[in-house]
C-alpha cells in the first residue's frame, strides 16, 4: 500500500511531510533462510514511508531469529541506541525550549498551559538548534518545492551499513546449535540431548517389541531387532521445515554447518550409554519380556532418522565409522539436500534419500526448503544413488491432499536414482500445532497406500519401455501396522524357487556379514562390496499378501479397548463384508451399509474432495472411507 501511495499520482510525492509523521523500524527474520531477505518487510516500509516524507528515528533494526534470544537483546540495543534519544529529544521540556532559563519555558508552566503551548504539537513549540546554528524546524516543516527537497531513496540491496543487524559474528568462536529454549522445548518432546547439536531418544517401536507386541517396518522389511535399535541424530539442524514433520519443528534450520562441532566418536559414545539408560528405565514398564530386555542393552542397529539433518555433520563419515567399529548396524535419511556429502561418505548398510514430493512446486509447498535449488539439490541426490553400490532407498511419506497426486514424477525420481528399495509410507499424524497445518484426513489408509504403489510400479515399468537400463520394480513387502510397503528391485532381490517357480525375496540384511564387509573397506578403502553380498531371505509373514499384513506372528497384536475395528473387511467400494469378529455380513445388511454410502456420495460428491481451508489447511473427504475409522470396544 505505500508503494502504490508512493507511485499514485494523484497523491503529492511527499504527503507525510507536513503530518510532521516521525517513524522507526525493526523488523525480525532469520538468516538460515537468506540473509538478504532476513527483516525485508521492515526494510520496505522504512524505505517507503521515508521517500513520502515521514521523518525517521535512527536507523533501521534487524533481529536474527536464527541466534535464538541475542536477536531479544539487540531489540533493546537498538531502542536504546536509535529510538529513546530521538523521543527524548521530541518530548524533553529541555529540549522543547532548548534553554530552560528562559521565560515561558515548559518548565516553568502550569500543566493547563503546558498542554495548550508545550512538546504538544503546539505551532508555538521552540526547537533546537542544529550543529550549523539552522533550526531543525526548517528540516522538518520546508515549504520550499518539493521536487528540490525530496528525501534520498536508498535501494534496498545499498542500504548496507545503514541497517543495524543483530548477528553472533560479535565472537568468533562458532556458537553451539542449540539455543537454551530449543533445548528446553526438545526436551519436553521427549529428546535426550548429547553435547551441542546431537540427540537420542527411545523409539516406540523399541517399547512395543520389548513387551512382545510387534516390531517396526524394518524388522518386517529387513529383519532389524527393535529393541536392539538406537534412534538417534548427530544433527538437530535440518535444512528443510517439512509440513509432516512430527518434531513440530521444536528443532533448529540451516543450510551450512556454522556451530560447534564435537566429537564424533563423543557423540556415539554418549548416544550408547544414554539409550542403554533409557532402555534400563524402560524394565518397569508393564509387559516387559526380560530376555529381550537384556538384550536390548546391545545396541545392534542405528536409525539416523530421529531429527534434523544427520548428513550436514561435517564429521559424519567417522561418526559412521564409529558406529560400523561397534558392530552397529547404519540406517542413514537424508533430505536429498547435500549431494556432496552424499557422494563422500564410506558404505553404510542402508541409505534413504526422503522424497516428498514429484514436482519443483509441491516440493516448496510441502518440504519448505531453504533452499532455493531444493529441486535440483533433490534431483543431484538421487543421482548419486547409483554409484553407491550398497542399499539405496527412496523413501516417499505419502501426504493426502499434499503430495498423493502425480505419481508418474515419482516414478521418473525413483528411474533417476535407480534405487534398490522404495519404501512408500503414510504419514502418521501427530496433532496439530502451530509448525503444521495437517489433520487427520491427511493420514491415508492402508489399501490407498498400496494403491499408490501399484501405480507407481506401472508407471515405472512404462518408463522401462522407453529406457531399458531402468531397473523392473515389484512389490516385496508391507507393515499394515505403520501404514508402510516396500517396492524392491527385481534383480538384486528377487529369485524363483527352482521347485515352485513362485517368486521368493531377499530384502532381509546379514547383519554379522555387513559388519565383516564394512571392516574390510575400513581397513582398505580400494576394497568394493554391493548389494547382493549382504542379503538373506525374507520370510513368508512378511511378504506382501500375506495374512499376517507383515505382523510378526511372534507376537500379539495389542489393541485399546476402545480402538477395535468395527468392520474388518471392505469390498472395492469400501462397503464392509465382515464384522468385527472377522464374521462375513449378511446380503441385507451389506445392503443397507451401500445406502448409507449412497446418502453420503449425494452429500460431497464421488471420489475424493479436497477442500482448502483457513491457514492453508486441506480438508479430505471421500464416503469410501466412511466405515472405515469406526471402532468398538472389546
Not at 499514485?8 to 511527499?14: G, I
Not at 551450512?256 to 559414545?269: A, L, N, Q, S
Not at 535440483?376 to 539405496?392: A, F, W, Y
Amino acid at each position: 500500500a505505500l508503494q502504490d501511495l508512493r507511485h499514485d499520482w494523484r497523491v503529492e510525492k511527499t504527503p507525510l511531510r507536513a503530518t510532521n509523521l516521525r517513524f522507526a523500524a525493526f523488523g525480525m527474520g532469520s538468516s538460515a533462510y537468506d540473509e538478504s531477505t532476513i527483516g525485508r518487510p521492515a526494510k520496505d516500509a522504512w524505505q517507503q514511508l521515508r521517500s513520502l516524507g515521514a521523518k525517521v528515528m535512527g536507523k533501521p533494526g534487524i533481529g536474527d531469529d536464527a541466534v535464538g534470544k541475542v536477536a531479544q537483546v539487540s531489540f533493546q540495543n537498538w531502542m536504546n541506541r536509535e529510538v529513546i534519544p530521538e523521543l527524548e529529544k521530541l518530548y524533553d521540556p529541555l529540549t522543547c525550549c532548548g534553554d530552560s532559563n528562559k521565560e515561558g519555558c515548559c518548565q516553568t508552566k502550569s500543566d493547563e498551559e503546558r498542554n495548550e503551548s508545550c512538546c504538544q504539537g503546539s505551532s508555538n513549540m521552540t526547537y533546537p538548534k542544529k550543529e550549523d546554528g539552522s533550526n531543525i524546524e526548517n528540516e522538518f516543516f520546508d515549504d520550499s518545492d518539493d521536487e528540490l527537497h525530496e528525501p534520498e531513496v536508498m535501494d534496498l540491496e545499498d542500504m548496507g551499513e545503514s541497517i543495524l543487524v543483530s548477528t553472533s559474528q560479535e565472537s568468533k568462536e562458532p556458537r553451539e546449535m542449540v539455543t537454551p529454549s530449543q533445548a528446553s522445548a526438545l526436551k519436553k518432546e521427549g529428546y535426550k540431548l548429547i553435547g551441542t547439536h546431537s540427540a537420542v531418544k527411545l523409539c516406540r517401536w523399541t517399547k512395543h517389541q520389548l513387551r512382545g507386541r510387534g516390531g517396526c517396518y524394518k524388522h518386517t522389511f529387513y529383519g532389524i531387532t527393535s529393541y536392539q535399535c538406537m534412534e538417534a541424530t548427530p544433527s538437530l539442524a535440518c535444512a528443510n521445515k517439512c509440513v509432516f514433520c512430527w518434531r513440530h519443528h521444536k528443532n533448529p534450520v540451516g543450510k551450512e554447518w556454522r556451530w560447534k562441532t564435537d566429537d564424533p566418536y563423543m557423540i556415539v559414545d554418549e548416544a550408547v550409554k544414554t539409550h542403554v539408560k533409557m532402555i534400563k528405565e524402560a524394565k518397569g514398564i508393564p509387559g516387559v519380556k526380560m530376555d529381550r530386555w537384556e538384550e536390548a542393552h546391545t545396541v545392534r542397529h542405528c536409525a539416523l532418522s530421529l531429527v534434523g539433518e544427520p548428513i550436514m555433520y561435517p564429521r559424519i563419515d567417522e561418526f559412521l565409522g564409529e558406529l560400523h567399529s561397534r558392530r552397529i548396524s547404519t540406517f542413514l535419511v537424508t533430505n536429498g539436500q547435500h549431494p556432496k556429502a552424499i557422494s563422500s561418505i564410506r558404505p553404510i548398510t542402508q541409505l534413504y534419500v526422503s522424497v516428498d514430493a514429484p514436482t519443483p512446486e509441491s516440493l516448496i509447498a510441502i518440504d519448505r526448503p531453504l533452499f532455493h535449488d531444493a529441486w535440483e539439490r533433490l534431483q543431484q541426490s538421487l543421482s548419486m544413488l547409483k554409484d553407491k553400490g550398497q542399499r539405496t532407498v527412496a523413501r516417499l511419506t505419502v501426504v493426502k491432499g499434499w503430495n498423493s497426486d502425480e505419481v508418474s514424477g515419482y516414478a521418473k525420481l525413483v528411474a533417476l536414482g535407480q534405487v534398490s528399495l522404495v519404501e512408500v509410507k503414510g504419514v502418521t499424524f501427530c496433532g496439530k500445532s502451530d509448525a503444521s497445518n495437517l489433520n487427520m484426513s491427511n493420514t491415508p489408509w492402508h489399501h490407498e497406500v498400496v494403491d499408490l504403489v501399484k501405480t507407481l510400479k506401472f508407471e515405472l515399468e512404462k518408463l522401462k519401455k522407453e529406457d531399458s537400463s531402468i531397473p523392473q520394480y515389484d512389490i516385496a513387502c508391507e507393515h499394515k501396522h505403520s501404514v508402510s510397503v516396500l517396492l524392491a528391485r527385481v534383480d538384486q532381490f528377487a529369485y524363483d524357487d527352482p521347485e515352485t517357480g513362485v517368486r521368493k525375496w531377499r530384502t532381509w540384511i546379514d547383519y554379522d556379514k555387513f559388519q565383516k564387509l564394512a571392516a574390510r573397506n575400513s581397513e582398505n578403502p580400494s576394497f568394493t562390496f554391493g548389494v547382493k553380498d549382504y542379503i538373506a531371505d525374507t520370510p513368508a509373514w512378511a511378504l506382501y499378501g500375506a495374512k499376517e499384513e507383515g505382523f510378526d506372528p511372534t507376537d500379539t497384536r495389542h489393541r485399546k479397548k476402545k480402538k477395535h475395528p468395527k468392520y474388518t473387511r471392505f469390498d472395492d467400494n469400501g462397503v464392509p463384508t465382515h464384522d468385527q469378529n472377522n464374521q462375513e455380513l449378511s446380503l441385507e445388511e451389506r445392503a443397507l451399509l451401500m445406502k448409507q454410502m449412497d446418502i453420503k456420495r449425494s452429500e460431497i460428491g464421488c471420489g475424493s474432495t479436497v477442500t482448502e481451508l483457513k491457514g492453508g489447511e486441506k480438508q479430505i473427504q471421500d464416503a469410501s472411507l466412511m466405515f472405515r475409522g469406526m471402532v468398538v470396544t472389546k
